[in-house]
């Protein structure tokens, strides 16, 4: 999955400066990315001058994705934002990348006072199941793989929080609360609410692989509360997020101040 912030560019023929473009990508499938125009289609629109107008494309494979830099002056980099500063660099001319990141930041250089960027959730990394050592058949894979240090895991985390604390069937939090609730992280204290948003369409879509079925079509606004509830209860059905999770959060302070204990 491809996002594409809202005011760095546009799909294909789109305006500049647009709104926010997400991109889903199956295995063999091209993503072109650059300035474009009538002769040079591309379904990322990067708004800015310094930047071709085929500055790249991403190509998706099983199990990761590759970077190709069509670029003859400029690297690009693609930032770990998970990975306390880890990146690489893609000089140009480079073709297939191989880029091993599960969340990665695409960011081109420009003449204005900050790059143009945008993310890419790669596709699901498979980890062996620690017991397979037979010389035989197929290995097993994780169904549900989560890297409990990425934070789509910690806003998981802050969704389960409520219902792990008091076992009771309490709202599921909306978006803003989750921002306030990870305020206090490290690593969740530049978290918007659209990051959070980006997070949870990803944990819906490419992590837990769920459906909201809903037949009457409800609004927006219904669907995205429907989303985090179908989040929740497979999480805590499965035991993918447990008690022992919530230690993950900042503290959780009451009315006097003091931390309050998780429900026994």
């Not at 770990?80 to 695409?106: H, K, Q």
């Not at 910690?154 to 069937?169: F, G, H, I, K, M």
């Not at 918007?192 to 009457?216: F, M, N, P």
């Not at 079509?217 to 919530?246: C, S, Y």
Request: hydrophobic share 35%; with cysteine.
């Amino acid at each position: 999955m491809v996002h594409l912030p809202q005011g760095s560019g546009g799909a294909d023929g789109g305006e500049p400066h647009g709104d926010a473009v997400t991109l889903r990508l199956g295995p063999g499938e091209v993503a072109r990315f650059g300035r474009g125009s009538a002769t040079v289609p591309v379904e990322l629109r990067l708004a800015d001058p310094a930047i071709s107008r085929l500055a790249g494309e991403i190509r998706v494979t099983d199990d990761h994705w590759q970077l190709t830099n069509h670029s003859t002056t400029h690297s690009y980099l693609v930032e770990n934002p998970e990975g306390a500063g880890e990146y690489l660099r893609v000089p140009p001319r480079r073709v297939g990348a191989p880029i091993p990141f599960e969340f990665s930041r695409v960011v081109l250089p420009t003449r204005g006072d900050a790059p143009i960027s945008f993310q890419v959730f790669a596709p699901d990394h498979l980890y062996l199941d620690p017991e397979a050592g037979v010389p035989w058949g197929t290995s097993t894979v994780t169904a549900y793989s989560l890297d409990e240090t990425a934070t789509y895991f910690l806003v998981l985390v802050a969704l389960c929080e409520p219902r792990l604390r008091d076992q009771s069937r309490v709202a599921v939090p909306t978006t803003p609360q989750i921002v306030e609730r990870l305020s206090g992280h490290v690593t969740g204290g530049t978290l918007t609410a659209r990051a959070v948003s980006s997070h949870i369409d990803y944990l819906a879509e490419e992590k837990l692989r769920i459906g909201v079925a809903d037949a009457h079509e409800p609004g927006k606004g219904d669907r995205r509360n429907g989303k985090r509830e179908e989040i929740v209860g497979l999480a805590l059905r499965f035991g993918l997020v447990q008690e022992e999770h919530l230690a993950l959060l900042p503290p959780l302070t009451g009315a006097g101040g003091r931390e309050r204990p998780a429900a026994r």
